[in-house]
């Protein structure tokens, strides 16, 4: 955390959720909770509830959830920092002034930056007006004056100090513009020239509405086609997506579609596609990733149809995967870009594109098949190597079974013979730990048991809602005697207030979490009701559960290192093993 653990949860207690959620929306008491439809996706019966007494709300219908700073930060749709500054203003609790002299001359110039953009993109839009040719082209390119002026599209003279000669003139100096990336500095370093000539500008806006760097088009053949800002101060291309200023406006947003570039991402905004980016560029990044995800879970990528953009897309939805995205790709025919196919073919063929995107295991599986001949036996094999690569990380039972029964027919390769690599694979590389492992005989670890589940979360409400009774719990339990991840990190954190005789809310103990979908998570573990029962009854069988699945897991554990070591030969081991599994079968109820 960027603040205190104490300025957090002042923070939390000062302003009240169902007051701030209010403000918002309007809430109708239920119960001991308030509901709502919610404002995070489309529905019509109310799922969105919010709870006064835990400090969290939760919307059954998509999952989304949290405090009231995850809150704000998503109805907002700003960043953590940026929700908590607000909610510390609206409280009236001041927050530490940053007094480091270093981040204070930093944050200065990053103002003077921002005027610095902002006065050039008025300069280059002027000049549409002024050359005429560069209004034509735009005009050519089927942009409207309307989209012109939204998306601020400008002009650069073909001059060597046109910017630096008007920049001058409303104060600012040949330095200042070379440290925004507006001028080049020349050979011998006496001099400057400007970055950007003879070129339609597009100016690149960040979430708050800085203009933080400019990308260039040339209107003829000249090289390179497309000039972009380097880095500076207020803009660093792997952590910004064009567009995104006017996509995160967009109510109920279900996906966010990404494009390569600026004209594709305006030509769709044209055609009232709202919900369309840019990657500015093909090297799409993991920063740019988690910024996607901030406002739509499921992306679509459609990206030049041309081996590069055939690279970038595999690249860009791996990255996306691995932050948790739901992707999808929009293909287009051969040597088509979004912009070129909608001027051709229209919108509604492209939205039709759009309804037929495909998964990322999909797209990688049609790439490989290209180009190989089904009659052919050595294609054939070079298919099933390359299929079993692919899958060989789908944890998922039911899309391996559906995409080897209809590639199996499609290639003609028998499901056998796909089913035996992928499991050559998978035990090369030990992960063969699901039913398909049919032919290497590892024996499937088993899920944890419901019932576990549930006793964790009785025990973690009874904490919030009776904390004198954390002294019972945890004199028993140990924060790594819980079965997952966010169970032992929400049992850390209870834990440690109860250490330091502080009662918490829910609320409290999702601002220790900074990923949202373990926001979302931990709201809906807090969600559970209680069962109407007496609450040390439903402590200790809630204790008893949990020791008995942790006694199970014990057993499994050693009951696979036993096989091991009767495997390898080492049998007076496995058999020492076999007797404590015994002794503590003994044990069980």
Known sequence: ?????????????????????????????????????????????????????????????CGVGGNVITFVQKIERIEFVEAVKMLAERAGIQLKEEKDPRRLEIAKLKGVLYRVN????????????????????????????????????????NEWHGLMDHMKSKGFDAELLFKAGLTVRSRDGKSFYDKFRNRIIFP?????????????????????????????????????????????????????????????????????????????????????AKLLKRF?????ISYDSDLAGQAATLKGLSILEKEGCVVKVLSLPSGKDPDEYIRKEGIDAFRDRIKKSVSLIEYQIENLKRGLDINNIQDRIKFTKGFSEIMKDVLSNVEVDAYIRKYSGIM???????????????????????????LNGIKAVPELKKGEITAE?????????????????????????????????????????????????????????????????????????LPDSDVNELINASLERIKQSKLDRTIQKMTEKMNEMYHAGKKEEANKIFVEIKELQKKKR
């Open 457 to 529: 979360i009785y025990l973690f409400n009874i904490c919030i809602y009776y904390f004198k009774k954390v002294k019972n719990i945890f004199e028993v339990l140990e924060p790594t005697d819980f079965s997952n991840d966010i169970h032992i990190r929400i049992a850390e954190i209870i834990q440690k207030a109860y250490k330091e005789d502080k009662a918490i809310t829910a609320g409290e103990v999702i601002a220790f979490f900074d990923n949202d979908d373990e926001k979302s998570k931990v709201a809906e573990i807090f969600s559970h009701k």
């Open 118 to 157: 902002t006065e050039a993109a008025r300069f280059f839009h002027n000049n549409l007006n002024i050359e005429t040719k560069a209004l034509e082209y735009l005009e050519r390119r089927g942009l409207s004056d309307t989209i012109i002026k939204r998306f601020g599209l400008g002009y650069a003279p």
């Open 296 to 300: 739509s879970n499921e992306i679509i």
């Open 1 to 61: 955390m960027l603040f205190s653990e104490d300025k957090i949860s002042e923070i939390i207690e000062k302003n009240d959720i169902v007051d701030v959620i209010s403000e918002y929306m309007a809430l109708k008491r239920s119960g001991r909770n308030y509901m709502a439809l919610c404002p995070f996706h489309s529905e019509k019966t109310p799922s969105f509830s919010v709870s006064p007494s835990k400090q969290i709300f939760n919307c059954f219908g």
């Open 412 to 438: 003609k390769v028998s499901e056998e013979a796909l089913y035996s690599e992928l499991n050559r694979l998978r035990k090369k590389n030990k992960i063969g730990k699901n039913k398909h492992n049919i």
């Open 204 to 288: 690149i806006i960040d979430l708050k509405g800085n203009v933080i760097a400019f990308g260039g088009r040339v209107i003829d053949d000249s090289k390179p086609k497309y000039l972009n800002s380097p880095d500076t101060p207020v803009f660093n291309k792997g952590y910004n997506i064009y567009g995104l200023n006017f996509v995160k406006k967009v109510q109920n947003l279900e996906n966010i579609i990404v494009v390569e570039g600026y004209m594709d991402a305006i030509a769709l905004h044209q055609y009232e596609v709202q919900n369309a980016v840019a990657s500015l560029g093909t090297a799409f990044t993991e920063n740019q």
